[in-house]
Structure formats: C-alpha cells, structure tokens
C-alpha cells in the first residue's frame, strides 16, 4: 500500500469519535486503507462488505451484533447501500458513547446520503480519501509525470505498462457506468446517455459549465442534467469549481467551472494513451489546471476555501484560496517552465489585493517576478501552501 497522509488524522478522529466515515470515489483504496487501520488497532476488528450478499444477512439483526461486539472496532465497506443501517446506528451509539466504535466506508459523500446528517450529526465524523498526491507518490518513487498522466487511483498508477492502464480504465468506466451508477443512485439511469456526459463533460474540463447547452446537448431537461451533476460530483468523479464574487464592484462570471478529479480518468476518456501524447494533446492545458487544482484543494489547511475568479472583460486567474471572507492568494497554473505573466492575472491581483500570487508550473527554478513568486506543484505543496 502506498503510505497515505490521512492515516494520521483518521487515528485522531477514531480516538475521539464513536463513528468516522470515509468518503471516496470506487476503487481509490478506502477498503485497503480501512484494513491497514484495522491491523495498527490493539482492538479486535469486525469486517463487513455490503456489496457481498453473504454480508448483509450477517446485518439482518444489526442491534444485537452491534450491542455483543461492543468492544470491537466495526467496519462497514459500501455503508450507503443499506440506509436502515444508521437509524439503528443512532441509538447504539447514544447507548454506550465510546470513541472508535464503527468505521463507514461509502462511495458517496454526505450531502447524496441524507440519512447520515438525519441520524448521525454530531455522532460521526467525516473525512475524504482523495487520490495519490505528488507528495505521496514521491515517496514511493512515482514522479510527477507519471502521476499526472494515470491519475491517482492506486492501483492503475502502480500497473507495469500503460496498456495495462488502459484495459483497466477501460473496466472501471464500463462498471461503474453500467452497474454501480444505478447502483449508487438507488434508480435506473441509462448507461448510454451517463456515457454521453461523460464523453461531453471530458471535452469541456476546465471550462465554464453552461447546463442549457449540455441539456440541449443530451436530449433533456436541465433539471435531469443538474441531477447527474449532483451524483457525479457526489461520487467524486467531477469537480465544480466556483467563482469568487463577493465585494466587487466589477462585473463577475459567476458560473462554476467544471474538472474531472482524475487525471487519469480525464486522459482516458480523451483516448489519450502515453504521457508523450498527453503533452501534444488539446487536453494538456486543461489537465494540468485541473491537476493542479486537485492537489491544491486536496492539501490546503481547512481553514481555507478554493475558488477562480473571472471579470466579464477577460480577466481571470485560475485559482482564488480564501480565509473567511478575505482572498489571501492568487494562482495562475501554466503548463510551461518559463511562463509569461498575463496582463489579466495582473488585474486580478490587482481587484483582488491578494498579498500571496503564485504562477506553479511543472519543473520551473523558483524566483521573484515583483509580486509574484514562479514554482513548481512539488515546491508550492512543500514550501508554501501550509503557510498561507
């Protein structure tokens, strides 16, 4: 297993706790991750897999096995597919308030399941399981280019060749289409027309997203095209970026820009099929913000909030991190090593008043241009973002 930054703040949370939920797209590791965990633990470990149905039936009395092994650390794989599971929950937990009880694995996030902030708010503590960051992977010896162009799920990062790659990517879109979106969803939705906003959205990553064009794109209402939004980015799979507007007397873009979380998964979805290739490809630019964008939000202290900025006159800069109410840096991601200045981050600077601006590139030295310090993705995760 490739060593994962969380593993600390997850003990934390079991210590204090009587349920920690850990939220993750499918196949990102939270079930090898949760087994690590299990193994650290002095305490005795109960495994469940909702998706086996051998199980399930052990859950049919869920009260009496939760009450017997009360001295166990529970582990739920899939917790979403069994909503009955937190209302009993509730009460047990109420029953004996004891840190470290159950550990939930779910490939959704909180806000698609309801009945986790019904039941069990203020009894259970959530945290995300990201992809493989640039930090993780170099301890590992995976550099930055290799990272970028499979994507940070575990296990194809870690694969020989990159055919082997794609046949795996290949599967993992075909599943989740197929199967696990109905699935997760709890209803039918045609896997033909998930495909087709997959393939639209892959096209349009980095851009502003426009509902009535995809919903005049695909046949539908904007309604049902927000609904699939909603589960796509609740299943961690996309990302919506959203514009910073507050205290400006100026003009502002105020629609969310989209981006793939994986990078990998953007890349295949454009049949993009070697780093070399990646690098020729129209996707490139787009790719490296949203990477970029990924690492950023995925290491930023919490007390910060990520946004872009973009005036109706063409100013923009990619990335706005926000204390409270107050923009505090400025970021603007090129994909070259020895990046111009634009004018339009300028007058973001400017608008904004923003006393740290970054541009971050792949490989450039580090060094001062007036306001604006040029660096790397590696140097700006180690050096600077847990300064701001």
Same mark, same amino acid.
């Given at each position: 297993?490739?060593?994962?930054?969380?593993?600390?703040?997850?003990?934390?949370?079991?210590?204090?706790?009587?349920?920690?939920?850990?939220?993750?797209?499918?196949?990102?590791?939270?079930?090898?991750?949760?087994?690590?965990?299990?193994r650290?633990?002095?305490?005795?470990v109960?495994?469940?897999?909702?998706?086996?149905?051998?199980?399930?039936?052990?859950?049919?009395?869920?009260?009496?096995?939760?009450?017997?092994?009360?001295?166990?650390?529970?582990?739920?794989?899939?917790?979403?597919?069994?909503?009955?599971?937190?209302?009993?929950?509730?009460?047990?937990?109420d029953?004996?308030?004891?840190?470290?009880?159950?550990?939930?694995?779910?490939?959704?996030?909180?806000?698609?399941?309801?009945?986790?902030?019904?039941?069990?708010?203020?009894?259970?503590?959530?945290?995300?399981?990201?992809?493989?960051?640039?930090?993780?992977?170099?301890?590992?010896?995976?550099?930055?280019?290799?990272?970028?162009f499979?994507?940070?799920?575990?296990?194809?990062?870690?694969?020989?060749?990159?055919?082997?790659?794609?046949?795996?990517?290949?599967?993992?879109?075909?599943?989740f289409?197929?199967?696990d979106?109905?699935?997760? @969803? =709890?209803?039918?939705? $045609?896997?033909a027309?998930?495909?087709?906003?997959?393939?639209?959205? /892959? +096209?349009?990553? %980095?851009?502003?997203?426009?509902?009535?064009?995809?919903?005049?794109?695909?046949?539908?209402?904007?309604?049902?095209?927000?609904?699939?939004?909603?589960?796509?980015?609740g299943?961690?799979?996309?990302r919506?970026?959203?514009?910073?507007?507050?205290?400006?007397?100026?003009?502002?873009?105020?629609s969310?820009?989209?981006?793939?979380?994986?990078?990998?998964?953007?890349?295949y @979805? =454009?049949?993009?099929? $070697?780093?070399?290739?990646?690098?020729?490809?129209?996707?490139?630019? /787009? +790719?490296?913000? %949203?990477?970029?964008?990924?690492?950023?939000?995925?290491?930023?202290?919490?007390?910060?909030?990520?946004?872009?900025?973009?005036?109706?006159?063409?100013?923009?800069?990619?990335?706005?991190?926000v204390?409270?109410?107050?923009?505090?840096?400025?970021?603007?991601?090129?994909?070259?090593?020895?990046?111009?200045?634009?004018?339009?981050?300028?007058?973001?600077?400017?608008?904004?008043?923003?006393?740290?601006?970054?541009?971050?590139?792949?490989?450039?030295?580090?060094?001062d241009?007036?306001?604006?310090?040029?660096?790397?993705?590696?140097g700006?995760?180690?050096?600077?973002?847990?300064?701001?």
């Amino acid at each position: 297993m490739i060593p994962r930054y969380i593993l600390h703040e997850i003990d934390t949370l079991l210590k204090q706790f009587p349920a920690v939920a850990i939220g993750g797209a499918r196949q990102i590791g939270k079930s090898t991750l949760a087994m690590h965990i299990a193994r650290q633990r002095k305490q005795k470990v109960l495994y469940y897999d909702l998706e086996l149905p051998s199980d399930r039936r052990k859950l049919d009395d869920m009260e009496n096995l939760f009450t017997t092994h009360a001295d166990k650390l529970i582990i739920i794989d899939e917790a979403q597919t069994m909503p009955e599971l937190f209302t009993v929950l509730r009460p047990i937990i109420d029953a004996g308030r004891k840190a470290g009880r159950f550990l939930l694995l779910s490939s959704v996030s909180p806000f698609l399941m309801r009945h986790v902030s019904q039941t069990l708010a203020g009894r259970v503590a959530h945290i995300q399981l990201p992809g493989i960051n640039i930090t993780e992977a170099e301890k590992v010896k995976i550099d930055y280019k290799k990272l970028w162009f499979r994507g940070g799920y575990p296990e194809p990062l870690t694969l020989r060749t990159n055919e082997q790659w794609q046949l795996w990517m290949y599967n993992y879109e075909k599943t989740f289409v197929e199967r696990d979106v109905t699935m997760l @969803m =709890n209803e039918s939705l $045609s896997p033909a027309t998930v495909r087709r906003l997959w393939s639209m959205l /892959a +096209s349009i990553s %980095g851009q502003l997203l426009n509902y009535e064009d995809l919903s005049r794109s695909l046949g539908m209402s904007r309604a049902t095209v927000v609904k699939y939004m909603n589960f796509m980015e609740g299943a961690y799979l996309i990302r919506r970026l959203q514009p910073w507007f507050m205290n400006t007397s100026k003009r502002i873009v105020k629609s969310p820009k989209i981006y793939f979380r994986d990078s990998g998964l953007l890349h295949y @979805m =454009n049949r993009v099929d $070697s780093y070399d290739h990646l690098t020729h490809h129209i996707v490139c630019g /787009a +790719s490296w913000e %949203g990477f970029v964008i990924e690492h950023i939000i995925q290491l930023m202290p919490k007390y910060l909030d990520a946004y872009f900025y973009r005036t109706h006159h063409g100013a923009e800069t990619d990335l706005v991190l926000v204390k409270g109410n107050k923009p505090i840096a400025c970021i603007e991601i090129k994909f070259n090593n020895q990046p111009p200045i634009p004018k339009g981050y300028t007058i973001c600077i400017d608008d904004l008043k923003t006393q740290h601006n970054f541009i971050i590139t792949p490989q450039s030295d580090e060094y001062d241009y007036k306001n604006i310090r040029i660096t790397s993705l590696a140097g700006f995760v180690k050096r600077h973002l847990k300064k701001l």
